[in-house]
């Protein structure tokens, strides 16, 4: 197929090599001129605009992938897109919007019949070779015409065994690409993914907290145990019930710099994990580690443990995430200009 990808950072540059390498056809635009004409160079073809990107796209109707940051980048563009494209093309936002944005954004595309879909994307920066999680939202029939982009991002079935009861049930599932629902649903399970991501990292942050200080000089010398982390990380990632990728990520890290020396134990929140402890309180959900884990990110920003070190460790480890030193806040949603969706 061919479609028009927007946004060449680390996500969309290595989503738009993987379409490549599955052969289909993408037109590119970053405002950037260096980062496209990089990816030009692998063969998308580069454009210089948003009204050129359209103009380029010669199967119709037309698709155009948005992976840009939540919040004005991704609202502006969709806009603008909003007044270049014609009844029946697709939009799809692949960052992480905040899920009541898509649905408005959906209602004001559907007066110009312009298909929206929201694609919730999770795979990071080794998306390329490992391939992308993708939870979808939007209309049956545009997410269908879309199902080759889709299969070539995914993971595929690999050697994870096939869970049992699951005949007759959607298949594009176990390729790790779901349609979710209407739009807004896709961003709305990513968004729960990170929440939940925020509670097993600090699950692990704080367990390997804990098995470090069981040398510490609080304790009697004769309950104190010089525990090695590399090697607890290592033995843990063979057969034991917590192992997972983030625990991979975590031995990976620890290996190198078991003192994690180069991080320091400032960790970002993006927006997902707050937006999931808005929607627990809204649905009157309890959600006590979701909410504990958010506000431990808040705390590092104050002062730093070897917990917080390694919270920033997985988020380097898994999305190339760089903390800084100063509280970066995540893009506020724009729900102030969405109509109420019946209640109060």
């Known amino acids: 197929m061919q479609i028009g990808l927007i946004g060449m950072g680390r996500m969309g540059g290595n989503i738009c090599r993987r379409l490549l390498k599955a052969g289909h056809r993408c037109v590119i635009f970053d405002t950037n001129e260096r980062q496209r004409e990089t990816i030009a160079k692998e063969g998308a073809t580069a454009v210089d605009s948003l009204s050129a990107m359209v103009a380029a796209l010669a199967e119709k109707p037309c698709a155009i ?27 799809i936002d692949g960052g992480n919007s905040f899920y009541k944005d898509d649905m408005r954004r959906a209602r004001e595309l559907a007066e110009k019949r312009i298909h929206y879909i929201d694609c919730g994307t999770s795979g990071g920066v080794w998306g390329i070779d490992r391939g992308y999680c993708l939870m979808i939202g939007g209309p ?7 199902d080759p982009i889709f299969l070539a991002l995914a993971p595929g079935r690999g050697d994870i065994r096939q869970t049992p009861g699951r005949t007759n049930r959607d298949p ?47 304790l009697p ?34 290996a190198t710099d078991p003192d994690l020396d180069d991080f320091s134990g400032f960790v970002h929140d993006s927006g997902e994990g707050r937006w999931t402890v808005e929607a627990a309180i809204e649905e009157r959900v309890p959600a006590e580690v979701l909410a504990a884990s958010l506000f431990a990110r808040f705390r590092s920003r104050q002062e730093h443990t070897f917990a917080e070190k390694m919270l920033s460790a997985m988020r380097f ?24 969706l019946g209640g109060s």
């Open 140 to 146: 049956k029939e545009a997410v269908e015409s879309l």
């Open 172 to 218: 594009r599932v176990e390729q790790g690409y779901l349609h979710a629902g209407p739009s807004g649903a896709g961003h709305f399970v990513k968004m729960v993914h990170n929440g939940i991501e925020y509670g097993l990292m600090q699950a692990y942050a704080e367990g390997f907290d804990i098995l470090r200080n069981k040398n510490s000089s609080e």
């Open 317 to 340: 480890a898994f999305g190339g995430h760089i903390e800084g030193d100063n509280t970066q806040e995540p893009a506020a949603a724009t729900i102030a200009a969405t109509p109420p």
């Open 65 to 91: 992938w948005v992976m840009l940051p939540a919040g004005a980048a991704t609202e502006e563009t969709v806009a603008s897109l909003g007044g270049l494209l014609a009844p029946g093309d697709i939009i």
């Open 221 to 254: 010398e004769s309950e104190r145990f010089d525990l090695d982390l590399r090697d607890v990380a290592e033995v843990w990632r063979r057969g034991s019930v917590i192992t997972s990728w983030l625990l991979d990520l975590a031995s990976d890290t620890l």
